[in-house]
């Protein structure tokens, strides 16, 4: 009931393409739910997070798509580019500040030239 | 400018040795964590502090210990190190009432 699983693993993308990632979750209490972005050589860093009061929530080229009843949620990255090539984690938690944050296994998301 | 530091990017050490992974954060955040990562597992709690000298088990805690002495600073410690515990090791921190964890760059520890 802690899982968060995340699918694809890996993803390719030509530039200026749509990358999707999607990511269930099955614990109700889950009340954050964010998405984390990991360059090599780096620790991971906050990139978009919403929260189930509504369905989507958009900052310049990505949203996270949230849809509460099948528990499941997206991050879309629109006109992908090769910067964009990086680690992505979904991750739920609960409460404001909560504890524990259980991270979903990563995308590998590589965005040609 | 956020700022978690970790004390070694690479490490390699010998089965059996005693192990320390140093993290400094300079936000004067009250919580930290150590996590590890492998591929195909992502990130899974080891230890987390709410306070200085308070600690709590993650996920993960066997054969880890962890030491907390001053707010700025999280040590996790690999009593005895074994093969299975080579991994990525990642430290962070978050202010208390606030969600996103500010995390430093890894250490890689090889155990051979």
């Known amino acids: 009931q802690q899982q968060v699983k995340q699918s694809p693993q890996s993803l390719i993308v030509q530039k200026g393409g749509i990358s999707i990632i999607n990511c269930a979750y099955e614990?109700?209490?889950?009340?954050?739910f964010p998405w984390y972005q990991q360059f090599p050589g780096k620790g991971p860093a906050l990139l978009i997070a919403?929260?189930?009061?509504?369905s989507e929530k958009k900052e310049g080229r990505f949203t996270i798509s949230f849809n509460k009843s099948a528990k499941q949620f997206s991050l879309h990255i629109m006109d992908s580019q090769p910067g964009d090539s990086a680690t992505y984690f979904c991750?739920?938690?609960?409460?404001?500040?909560?504890?524990?944050?259980?991270f979903g296994a990563g995308t590998r998301l590589f965005v040609k030239a | 400018d956020v700022k978690v530091t970790q004390s070694s990017r690479y490490l390699v050490k010998r089965t059996g040795e005693k192990v320390f992974l140093e993290c400094v954060q300079d936000?004067?955040?009250?919580?930290m964590f150590w996590y590890r990562q492998d591929p195909g597992l992502g990130l899974r709690l080891i230890y987390f502090?709410?306070?200085?000298?308070?600690?709590e088990k993650g996920d993960i805690p066997e054969g880890y210990s962890v030491s907390r002495e001053k707010k700025e600073r999280f040590s996790l410690i690999l009593e005895s190190a074994s093969t299975n515990q080579t991994s990525m090791y990642l430290c962070?921190?978050?202010?208390?009432?606030?969600?996103?964890?500010?995390f430093g760059p890894g250490t890689r520890l090889t155990v051979t």
């Open positions: 962070a921190s978050r202010s208390t009432g606030f969600d996103e964890q500010y």
């Open positions: 614990n109700t209490a889950f009340d954050y």
């Open positions: 919403i929260r189930p009061d509504v």
């Open positions: 991750a739920a938690s609960m409460g404001t500040g909560g504890f524990k944050t259980i």
């Open positions: 936000m004067d955040h009250e919580n």
């Open positions: 502090s709410y306070d200085v000298k308070m600690k």
